[in-house]
């Protein structure tokens, strides 16, 4: 009984994230499709004008390779200190 409210639980928590991902996505397109315009960007020595909707699109891969690597080397720290703390416990 318990176990089959806790599989339960879970298809539905599956759902819900499932649903609030493709609202996020959703609502990512329509703001990439609403800036197609163009953008001046200066960056060091590179100066040019690019489509904003590029600009976004770089900045947003950008930002989830950063925040996977940071979250990366955190788990292996957390990892590293767990197993030190086995050993020496």
Do not use: C
Request: net charge positive.
């Amino acid at each position: 009984m318990l176990s089959r409210i806790r599989t339960r639980l879970s298809q539905i928590e599956t759902t819900v994230r499932l649903g609030l991902i493709t609202a996020v996505v959703i609502l990512f397109i329509i703001f990439l499709l609403q800036n197609t315009g163009e953008t001046h960007v200066k960056f060091l020595f590179f100066e040019e004008d690019i489509p904003t909707i590029i600009l976004i699109l770089v900045t947003t891969v950008g930002g989830f390779t950063a925040g996977y690597l940071i979250g990366l080397t955190t788990a292996r720290r957390r990892r590293r200190q767990a197993q030190k703390q086995q050993q020496a416990g």
